[in-house]
């Protein structure tokens, strides 16, 4: 079954080979790569650049540039928030489409694929689940239930519409959580122990039966010591290749890619190596929400450039890394930044101690940064023999 798939996928991999090795035609202009949107860029090779949306921004009309970018620069587009379980059912039993709905109206517009963001979460919950569950009038057993409808009604609504689901996210621990050593941590293993995840993957399959159904996660972009009691690269790998054993319907890992230049980050061959081991388990890979945050010191804030360059250079390095990384490994389907520009990032709300922010590809005012311009050299100046074009896997039953 598996080579008959995949092999449908070479022949047009050939026909795109051919393709990619011819510069476009242009009636009479000479061919600029430079004036092309990322989006268009990346489709070159098959991949999908996005971008997460904030749907305030987007309809703020005193923002007109907001809007254009997200219309024409990018291929795929995810809800930053609007598709999370606190905004769709505020009040139990009162769903609230509208803004989903405007976003995934907003993509088809536009000719967009749209990343569904999110069924299984542990944040942005409504209060009315988080409060019953903790003063004991919803039991387990309803909780359960609700989980199943909530992912079932949401996966149905949006049927056909949705090529990638993040169907469960961010439920494995960090190092620095208590117990240290790495576990299913959250709302979700506490109160319904680990099986809901795979239980979340078949009910959202029943729903779906065509979309890409993923485990999304944040600092899964390299491996570390191999060891799962401490590396969560690892952890997610063992987790990943037993849900596929138990023939649970995951097609896809995302990897986050919430970086920041005060680290000391991976290389283009450590991503490599982590995207390519995903992809021996059987499942496409992708960035999901790309950012590479800095501290903003008093210089930064002052205007300071000796200070601003090096923070611009080294995010637009890893921005590079992990751009690259994708293009080597072709069940990389799609990258996708978390935000787009620098005054409508979720960094500098979330990280004020010290503050951070510089962590998108566009400044403030709407200029694209040093990153915008190197993840876009890597996509003209990619192709075969060790850019091919990608390789998507057929949803599993
Ligand atoms: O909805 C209220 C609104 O009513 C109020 O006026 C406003 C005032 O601050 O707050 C609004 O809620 C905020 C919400 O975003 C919607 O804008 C929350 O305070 C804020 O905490 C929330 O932050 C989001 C965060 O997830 C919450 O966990 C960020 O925008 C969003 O970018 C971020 O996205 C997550 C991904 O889903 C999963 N991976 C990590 C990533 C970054 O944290």
Not at 44 to 52: D, I, M, N, S
Not at 83 to 94: A, D, Q, Y
Request: charged share 20%; proline share 6%; glycine share 8%.
């Amino acid at each position: 079954m598996k080579v008959r798939r995949w092999m449908t996928a070479g022949a047009v991999a050939v026909a795109t080979v051919a393709a990619l090795n011819t510069v476009p035609a242009t009636a009479g202009k000479p061919y600029d790569p430079t004036a092309q949107t990322l989006g268009a860029l990346g489709l070159r090779h098959g991949l999908q650049v996005g971008t997460a949306v904030n749907m305030d921004a987007l309809n703020d009309a005193d923002d007109p540039q907001y809007r254009k970018i997200a219309a024409t620069e990018f291929a795929s587009v995810t809800a930053e928030n609007v598709m999370k379980w606190e905004s769709l059912e505020p009040t139990r039993g009162n769903y609230n489409w509208g803004p989903a709905d405007q976003l995934v109206d907003f993509a088809k517009r536009n000719r967009q694929s749209v990343r569904g963001h999110v069924l299984v979460w542990h944040n942005q919950l409504p209060a009315w689940l988080t409060s019953g569950v903790a003063d004991g009038s919803i039991s387990k057993q309803e909780l359960r239930e609700l989980l199943r409808k909530h992912i079932t009604t949401v996966a149905k609504r949006y049927k056909g519409k949705i090529w990638q689901w993040d169907v469960v996210n961010e439920a494995v621990s960090d190092p620095w959580d208590t117990p240290p050593t790495l576990h299913y941590k959250g709302f979700w293993a506490e109160n319904l122990g680990p099986g809901y995840i795979a239980d979340a993957f078949r009910w959202a399959r029943a729903a779906d039966p065509k979309a890409l159904l993923f485990y999304n996660d944040y600092n899964i972009e390299a491996f570390g010591s191999g060891n799962p009691a401490d590396d969560k690269t690892q952890f997610v790998y063992d987790m990943v290749k037993k849900l596929r054993a138990q023939g649970v319907p995951i097609d896809g890992v995302g990897a986050q890619g919430h970086l920041g230049t005060q680290y000391g980050n991976f290389n283009t061959f450590q991503v490599t190596e982590a995207l390519k081991k995903f992809t021996s388990l059987g499942v496409a890979t992708a960035f999901t929400e790309v950012d590479v945050r800095s501290q903003m010191t008093e210089g930064v804030q002052a205007g300071n450039s000796e200070e601003i360059n090096p923070r611009l250079q080294a995010s637009a390095a890893n921005f590079s890394v992990l751009m690259k990384a994708c293009l080597a490994v072709r069940s990389c389907l799609s990258y996708t930044v978390w935000g787009f520009s620098d005054n409508h990032s979720w960094v500098p709300g979330w990280f004020d101690d010290p503050p951070e922010g510089l962590a998108t590809i566009y400044d403030e005012n709407y200029q694209p940064k040093l990153a915008y311009h190197e993840i876009k050299s890597d996509l003209i100046f990619a192709g075969p023999p060790f850019v091919l074009p990608r390789l998507a896997p057929k949803p599993r039953r």
